[in-house]
T-cell receptor
Framework: NAGVMQNPRHLVRRRGQEARLRCSPM?????VYWYRQLPEEGLKFMVY????????ESGMPKERFSAEFPKEGPSILRIQQVVRGDSAAYFC??????????????FGSGTQLSVL | AQRVTQPEKLLSVFKGAPVELKCNYS??????LFWYVQYSRQRLQLLLR??SRESIKGFTADLNKGETSFHLKKPFAQEEDSAMYYC?????????????FGSGTQLTVLP
């Protein structure tokens, strides 16, 4: 099991372009979480998805940001018309979704987005 | 709202010395508390959680509900403990199920 895979590791975009970040959860995991880490800050929750459903997007900016987790394929975090303030490390985590006290999150290595 | 505070951004100790990484939280209820660690060039990974009452790599953490703290302790630090440590909280209802992280403490263990 390769673990949670995120790509690309580094993404450079110019202001106004679109950024697409991919996350493949661990095998057998049906729940995906996206977190953002701004410089000098902790990880901030953005969105929680199950296959084909957004469960909680309370941490997602209202504009330009969207996320999906289709039936087939990776979860995608999409940022339209990027601005310099979007520069951050974006981490994805997955869990089996059993919901019990022993539920653990497994993190990917993150995507470092740099907006020029 | 739930919040996690790690007051120390940087912490340096000598090898063999005791180490304590502080974590305070605010949550109106009974949260689940965790410590995550990120070693250099590695992924964030779970170190320990309060419900397990376990000791991992010599680290322990006790949930103090009176002081709303969950400090991470190790009696004798090792150089390989140098890493970024994050305290995290997970609420027990609704959208609070997602983890809230502190801003992290970079621990450096000096030889």
């Amino acid at each position: 099991n390769a673990g949670v895979m995120q790509n690309p590791r580094h993404l450079v975009r110019r202001r106004g372009q679109e950024a697409r970040l991919r996350c493949s959860p661990m095998k057998g995991h049906s729940h995906v979480y996206w977190y953002r880490q701004l410089p000098e800050e902790g990880l901030k929750f953005m969105v929680y998805l199950q296959k084909e459903n957004i469960i909680d997007e309370s941490g997602m900016p209202k504009e330009r940001f969207s996320a999906e987790f289709p039936k087939e394929g990776p979860s995608i975090l999409r940022i339209q018309q990027v601005v310099r303030g979007d520069s951050a490390a974006y981490f994805c985590a997955s869990s089996p979704g059993t919901g019990g006290l022993n539920e653990k999150l497994f993190f990917g290595s993150g995507t470092q987005l740099s907006v020029l | 709202a739930q919040r996690v505070t790690q007051p120390e951004k940087l912490l340096s100790v000598f090898k063999g010395a005791p180490v304590e990484l502080k974590c305070n939280y605010s949550y109106s209820g009974s949260p689940e508390l965790f410590w995550y660690v990120q070693y250099s060039r590695q992924r964030l990974q779970l170190l320990l959680r309060h419900i397990s009452r376990e000791s991992i790599k010599g680290f322990t953490a006790d949930l103090n509900k009176g002081e709303t703290s969950f400090h991470l302790k190790k009696p004798f630090a090792q150089e390989e403990d140098s890493a970024m440590y994050y305290c995290a909280l997970r609420g027990t209802s609704g959208s609070a199920r997602q983890l809230t992280f502190g801003s992290g403490t970079q621990l450096t263990v000096l030889p």
